[in-house]
């Protein structure tokens, strides 16, 4: 489940509780965020879960994604992101799931007996 919150200026513009194993974010009013705002592409990201977590895909769109303050192609979410598209923030927060970035950190033991 994600909790996602849309700001602009910080000011709270929406909120969405969703649970869903792609959610889109863009310009287009199809997608499951909305942000009606010139720099934000019709297609702009999304978010997908599979079985280690959620991943945050920047969809080629015109001015980027950000994660805390970096520009990415596609990244693992944590429990609690900052994502900016255009000059809107979108605060992530991945309840009930895995981070999907502690993956890469783990090493699994092999019993060999």
Same mark, same amino acid.
């Given at each position: @489940?994600?909790? %996602?919150?849309?700001?602009?200026?910080? +000011? $709270?513009?929406?909120?969405?509780?969703?649970?869903?194993?792609? !959610?889109? $974010?863009?310009?287009?009013? #199809?997608?499951?965020?909305? %942000?009606?705002?010139?720099?934000?592409?019709?297609?702009?990201?999304? !978010?997908?879960?599979?079985? +280690?977590?959620?991943?945050?895909?920047?969809?080629?769109?015109?001015?980027?994604?950000?994660?805390?303050?970096?520009? !990415?192609?596609?990244?693992?979410?944590?429990?609690?992101?900052?994502?900016? $598209?255009?000059?809107?923030?979108?605060?992530?927060? +991945?309840?009930?799931?895995?981070? #999907?970035?502690?993956?890469? #950190?783990?090493? @699994?033991? $092999?019993?060999?007996?």
């Amino acid at each position: @489940m994600l909790d %996602i919150t849309l700001e602009l200026k910080n +000011t $709270i513009l929406d909120t969405f509780k969703i649970d869903k194993d792609e !959610i889109t $974010i863009g310009r287009n009013s #199809a997608n499951d965020i909305t %942000i009606d705002n010139l720099a934000v592409s019709d297609r702009h990201a999304r !978010i997908v879960r599979d079985k +280690t977590g959620y991943y945050l895909e920047d969809l080629g769109s015109t001015n980027g994604t950000l994660v805390d303050g970096r520009q !990415i192609t596609r990244i693992g979410l944590g429990p609690q992101q900052e994502v900016t $598209i255009g000059k809107h923030t979108l605060d992530v927060r +991945t309840t009930g799931s895995k981070d #999907a970035s502690s993956d890469f #950190a783990r090493t @699994m033991k $092999i019993d060999r007996s």
